[in-house]
């Protein structure tokens, strides 16, 4: 059976402190944890003795990171030990905050075709033929994937999802604490809600109102790992093959059922007839951005994953241009 690391430095209690903190606020903690597993190990291998974060204590914790790690990577480790380090200092103990690596630009998100979709959502259907758990794998794990692309949801708010926070009636969701703990309304498609009708009838038909909508036998909902494995699995069954990557650059993962939503979302407007730079502000409170930033990059995904559109676009433009001499 797997336990959770126990932190041994001299802020082993801090460490547990925040995490306990977060937990109350709603957030999962296991990667969380994971991060400060490394700040915790480094710590006890200096033998610091003094509780204060010194610039060459935090400096010496990242440059003890692989040293193959992406700069995206490494900005998130840094962006969940400065919330730590915020903590610290409203406990009156120093740290110190690095600046955070300039981010890697190069990274691009995987959108699946829609040929994918539909053999990954057959593959994720079938999966509990495998050896699993049979609960999880025949019915919540399709239904997660379903939300995440059909609402364009994060991984850690689809388990985040309260059976209160569903109006089977209206068809839509209450998304709560979300990243810049915001609140906001997620509608769902009609297709959607039936499915989550069906879920809900058959298996959260007696679950409390508090109650988590993809609990385990517990009742605590199921980590990301979890879902990530299992994804996994349902990948290499819809013979999805992963893209070669250094060990640490981001593969296809669950969260790229978001950003395919987000393409399609605006393919169909595109399609609709409308302007997808003045969608762009409705998809972005849809999807919880906190900047417009967020949602324009998708506009150019978009272009890039539409054959159909830039053909289309070609026929408008035939003799609109001058031909240009060899």
């Known amino acids: 059976m797997r336990t959770h690391y126990e932190f041994a430095s001299i802020f082993a209690p801090e460490f547990v402190g925040y995490l306990s903190l977060r937990e109350s606020q709603g957030h999962t903690h296991t990667r969380e944890r994971h991060y400060f ?91 509990a033929e495998d050896t699993a758990p049979r609960q999880f794998a025949r019915m919540d794990l399709p239904l997660i994937l379903r939300l995440l692309y059909g609402c364009g949801l994060r991984l850690n708010e689809a388990l985040q999802l309260l059976i209160s926070d569903i109006d089977l009636q209206v068809g839509v969701l209450l998304i709560r604490n979300a990243k810049g703990n915001k609140d906001r309304i997620v509608p769902m498609d009609d297709s959607l809600t039936r499915i989550m009708q069906v879920f809900m009838s058959a298996q959260r038909k007696e679950a409390l109102p508090d109650s988590f909508l993809f609990a385990n036998r517990k009742g605590d909902p199921y980590s990301d790992a979890l879902v990530r494995i299992w994804f996994n699995v349902a990948l290499e069954k819809a013979g999805i093959e992963k893209l070669s990557l250094p060990r640490y650059g981001r593969n296809i993962c669950p969260h790229c059922l978001r950003h395919t ?28 951005h906190d900047r417009l930033y967020g949602t324009e990059k998708y506009l150019h995904m978009t272009a890039e994953n539409s054959e159909d559109l830039i053909e289309q676009t070609s026929s408008y433009s035939a003799g609109l241009f001058p031909e240009v001499p060899r």
């Open 37 to 127: 597993k490394t700040l915790d190990q480094y710590l006890n291998a200096e033998n610091l003795a003094k509780k204060e974060l010194a610039p060459a204590t935090v400096e010496g914790w990242l440059r003890s990171l692989p040293y193959d790690m992406s700069v995206n990577t490494k900005t998130v480790y840094i962006s969940h030990y400065t919330q730590f380090a915020k903590y610290l200092k409203t406990l009156g103990i120093i740290a110190f905050v690095p600046e955070r690596p300039v981010e890697d630009k190069s990274y691009a998100p995987y959108v699946f075709s829609v040929d994918e979709i539909s053999r990954l959502f057959a593959a994720a259907d079938d999966v």
């Open 261 to 288: 939503f987000a393409v399609a979302s605006f393919r169909k407007q595109d399609r609709n007839g409308v302007d997808m730079y003045a969608a762009a502000p409705y998809l972005s409170t849809y999807m919880g």
